[in-house]
């Protein structure tokens, strides 16, 4: 019997913790442990930063889903890592022993690196973070000033912070307020689209553009020295790493990427991780002092793609993640069945970024140069895609097992227990292009018999009615009929789409 102990329950943890569970034997063991005892979709917490999401919309509680698919789940945070006694020590007071360890804690922001950083400015790392950045932004548009958006020296993951950007100027355009604001990008990129890749080309001009269509000042080279309660201190480096000039930026609103580094039970475990607590991992995405320890996600150590005047750190995607997570799956599988390991290297990188009624794709493969592949698209579809990835990405993780999938009847029967008040309302409150069904005589009497019975309009019930099989009906899907049908809504909705935008595309390549 192998056990396998996951730390953490995001996007990485619970996308490998079902993957392992189906493809291990019937008395192999999954445990997945969790600081927090939900699982929230971390991509979308800048739209929760902007009032354009609820918590309840991409966070519910994760044990329920794990537990239906017989993986264990303890909510505690982790205490200690003892890879030499192949153990780990959690807060609860539980000792977990391990054959194989999976590390996805995901990441914790060095707020402290920059004083001030994490007293005077907001951050949307966690969803408890952008809640409170929602709420200290619904202030600031009561009295607008200046913004500030930017990353500390050695920030990763730097593309949330364009369109965080693109997502206030947006909102403070329909608002009728954006007259009214600045809004500047402080990065230590040294050039706005470099995203830690290192690359030239299509991004560095799509990005450039689309901040001077929206009016947004960059400050490259930056190293952001201190955060006062009003005053941001930056200071832009020149080709040759001196100060080429000193910024006193005023702003009334500000969000900040500081550097990662590892969660405190991670951090301290000696020859696992960095100086940053990060964990460190060879091309099988295993630490190579402890080679039954694997790392997936923002908690893996990764190198900088190239050499920059201030610190970048490197990108990452819930996609990378994802194709990270099918290597680390299948060489634990390997490992257990003393089985050749297969390298995670090149690595790709793929992201939608929302720019507000728009978006941009990005594409680069390999990750780190030299490319074969470099592309950006830009439009309204991407802005569209991003909104359909979310759902798609929640639906899978709360995909039933096959055999515990609900009963129909479940929704159904709320749609027949409301009053013919409540069902006025719900039919009120939704829209959408109608849908032609042509239904046999039968049912078609039964049916307005039935919205006669219930003194209901017969279009409004099979409305609801069938909104409530066709939800209980994708309940029943396999995980490829789920993407299946994911991809078939994507289409479908990027073809009605109002206005048709299928944007330009860039092509760069490398030699």
């Known amino acids: 019997m192998t056990h396998v ?23 192999d063991e999954v445990t997945v442990v969790s600081d927090q005892p939900y699982f929230h979709f971390v991509p979308s917490n800048p739209w ?40 780990v020590d959690l807060e609860n007071g539980d000792v977990l022993f391990y054959d194989m360890l999976l590390i996805a804690t995901g990441a914790t922001g060095l707020a402290e690196e920059v004083p001030g950083l994490a007293e005077h400015t907001q951050s949307v790392i966690h969803i408890d973070q952008a809640e409170r950045a929602l709420t200290a932004y619904r202030q600031f548009v009561r009295k607008p000033g200046a913004i500030v958006i930017g990353a500390a020296p050695g920030a990763s993951v730097l593309g949330p912070i364009y369109e965080y950007a693109f997502l206030i100027d947006a909102d403070l355009k329909r608002r009728n307020i954006r007259e009214r604001v600045s809004i500047t990008v402080v990065t230590p990129e ?18 450039t553009a689309a901040l001077v269509d929206t009016k947004i000042s960059a400050i490259c080279n930056a190293v952001t020295t201190r955060i006062d309660k009003d005053t941001i201190h930056v200071s832009e480096l020149n080709a040759a790493g001196g100060v080429k000039e000193t910024h006193a930026l005023p702003f ?43 790392a997936l996600g923002a908690c893996v150590a990764q190198p900088p793609a190239a050499k920059t005047l201030v610190p970048v750190g490197a990108p990452d995607s819930v996609y990378s993640i994802q194709k990270a997570g099918e290597i680390v799956v299948q060489n634990i599988l390997a490992m257990i069945n003393d089985e050749p390991l297969t390298s995670h290297v090149p690595q790709r990188a793929k992201w939608l970024t929302d720019m507000g009624n728009t978006g941009a794709a990005y594409l680069s493969e390999p990750q780190v140069p030299l490319r074969d592949i470099n592309w950006m ?22 995909l039933q097992a096959m055999a515990q999938a609900p009963s129909a009847a479940s929704r159904i029967a709320g749609v027949m227990s ?3 008040g ?29 919205a006669r019975s219930l003194a209901r309009e017969p279009d409004a ?51």
């Open 422 to 450: 409540d069902a006025q309302a719900s039919s009120a409150a939704s829209s959408g292009k109608p849908l032609e069904i042509r239904l046999p005589q039968d049912p078609g009497i039964e049916l307005r018999a039935l």
């Open 48 to 87: 929760v930063a902007m009032g354009w999401r609820e918590r309840s919309d991409i966070a519910f509680p994760i044990g329920p889903y794990l537990e239906s698919r017989g993986i264990k789940f303890i909510h505690s945070g982790v205490k200690r890592i003892q890879p030499e006694g192949i153990q």
């Open 190 to 207: 040294p050039w706005p689209g470099h995203l830690g890749l290192g690359y030239e080309g299509a991004s560095r001009g799509a990005v």
């Open 5 to 27: 102990v996951i730390l953490g329950a995001g996007i990485a943890g619970v996308t490998a913790a079902y993957a392992l569970k189906s493809k291990l034997g019937p008395r």
């Open 418 to 420: 409301r009053g013919a």
């Open 377 to 398: 698209r830009q439009g309204r579809w991407v802005h569209q895609a991003k909104i359909d990835f979310e759902k798609y990405f929640i639906n899978r993780i709360r």
């Open 461 to 511: 019930l099979a409305a609801e009615l069938l909104a409530a099989a066709v939800s209980d009906a994708k309940s029943y899907l396999s995980e490829s009929g789920v993407e299946a049908l994911a991809l078939a809504r994507r289409e479908l909705l990027v073809e009605e789409l109002p206005e048709r935008q299928p944007g330009v595309e860039f092509h760069g390549g490398g030699t």
């Open 252 to 294: 009334s609103y500000s969000v900040y990427w500081p550097a990662f580094g590892g969660v405190p039970g991670v951090r301290s475990a000696a020859g696992l991780v960095n100086e940053r607590g990060l964990v460190v991992v060879d091309e099988y995405l295993r630490n190579p002092d402890y080679p039954n320890v694997f």
